[in-house]
């Protein structure tokens, strides 16, 4: 049964939609990564994101490392496409998280024009990014994915 579990889990057709679906994803998840790690675009780096993610978002030292690891390593194992469908099974367990977290009481919309003084944001990305999720996790990753290789 694992076997068999493991050979539809790397298993991917040769489709366009897959590959612009998981290409899409790491992309956009790349600059978050690139602030969370090394605080490129203005980001916090890794140790001002750990404080955030502790006292802020009130997570465990364990959780934040946990949802920082599978948000990096998941954008990368998109724009590679290996492991792909559990790459965006993580992603949408993290995305599901940042909205329960953070993000739910914050109402659906993003603050976009910043009116909202404390610069909260609300859950509509998020939503995008769990449709992608599984869409990736019932299709697979499409052309040119590793996983292809892997089975």
Known sequence: MYKEFMQWALSSDDSWAGLILRLTLGLVLFPHVAQKLFGWFNGPGLRGEMQYMTTKAGLPV???VAAITVECVGAFLLLTGTGTRFAAAGIFCLFIGMI???HAPNGFFMNWFGKVPSGAEG???H?????ICIVIMIQGGGKYAIDKLLQ
Not at 127 to 131: I, Y
Request: avoid cysteine; glycine fraction near 8%.
């Open 62 to 64: 364990w959780l934040a």
């Open 127 to 131: 939503l995008l990014v769990l449709g």
């Open 100 to 102: 329960l977290v953070v």
């Open 123 to 125: 859950f509509e990305y």
